[in-house]
């Protein structure tokens, strides 16, 4: 943070009329939180952080906090911004927002704080030689929250605010108004769009923004979380990147793409894509073939972080295009890891993989960091992933599926938290104070819903919250 940075920011509130500047961070609930500045005093706040109890990592996305040791009524941590994510929020006028880290008050890093999990990743990334491009590919479901007569015995739903069919035009036209100013909330914080449509689900739609370095692509989730919902309140609607927020309508993804560039002489990415080999059938070069071994090696740990619901095991189902198995192929969207064909006249640096397994309920610090924790892995033990797989896992046979080493994922978020447990380099690399904040805030979502029948309770504590 270097005071030319703070100057630009107070800069920008003055012109732009900014009367609150928003903190965020994401929790281990996966929910976004954060406290604002007012700009009288921001120069101070963004040096010294706002406080925040150390306990707030410990809150489950119910707002249970729970019992972690270090993590009580006695500590406290600072909200500390990155002013280099500033931006002004369309859909909040006069509020700002940047992105945080937390931070010890003697201004160390604190060992909970999940941006600083990705930052290290990255630190070992660039030891290996290589950086990472990433990007979040994001569904949500748009629709009307309606009150149940019997409320609060019956809890409210998502209508959705239209039933057309996959990629239908008729879809666009029901959803323009809202989708348009999206894209003008996106693109007026630097988030650039490259595809829209209506998706498989009634009121659902993906909306896709450029790729970036892995720290900036999960800051850019946490902005295009909030940018869908706020822009959504605006008009009267709710938006919901849960997993599954209506029991009969498709799961929303957030598929995690990744690629590696190398590093140059300086330290800097040097440009070439260390995943691409249009030599080999698959475009992929022997890194990329590591990294998918790495993944599939950590995979049934790695679901607890990247797919970190209750309600993203309704999603995780065989034959959805959701990805239940562990297998990589070229192109398969049934399989957990997809290789992308590259675009054409551009075979070089559009080759990445897809993690499908993924969703927004994850947070996004947490997730990146361990898809590149594990991908390394598989780097420096140079793991075989084995044969691709490219059929449909499901119309394999068991004996097909184990002769291949296919197995099926978690199928539930308490199973998904046992493999995490048993994965002994994750827990490692998670630390003590956050694998065991974390585990207890996700062992008490699983205890919770396990108490209710109705998936409607379960998907309605979802839809309003992610």
Known sequence: MTDGAIETVMERTGQED???????????????????????????????????????????????????????????????????????????????????????????????????FLKQAIVELAGEGYAMQSAFEPEFTVGHRETSPAAPTIPDRLIPIDDSLCYSSTGFHQAHNFAMELVAAMEAQGLEVEHYYPELGHGQHELSIRYADALRAADNHVLYRETVRGVAFRHGLWASLAPKPIPDQAGNGTHLHGSLIELGTDGNPGGRNAFADPADRNGLSPVGYHFIGGLLAHLPALVALTCASVNSYRRLTPQTWASAFTCYGMDNREAAIRICSPLRGDPGSSVNLELKPSDSSANPYLALGAFIYAGLDGIRGKLDPGEAVNVDPAILSESERAAGGTHRLPASLNAALDALEGDELLMDLLGPLRSSAYLAVKRSEAAHFAHSTDPYYECFQHFTKI
């Open 18 to 116: 900014i009367r609150l500047v928003r903190f965020l961070y994401a929790d281990h609930g996966g929910i976004i939180r954060g406290k604002a500045a007012g700009t009288a005093r921001l120069p101070e706040r963004i040096s010294s952080g706002i406080g925040h109890t150390v306990a707030m990592m410990a809150m489950s996305m119910l707002d249970q906090l729970q019992p972690v040791a270090g993590m009580g009524p006695v500590g406290e941590v600072r909200i500390v911004p990155d002013p280099d994510t500033f931006v002004t929020l369309p859909y909040a006028p006069g509020a700002a927002a940047m992105l945080s880290d937390l931070i010890k008050p003697d201004g160390s890093p604190w060992e909970a704080c999940p941006r600083t």
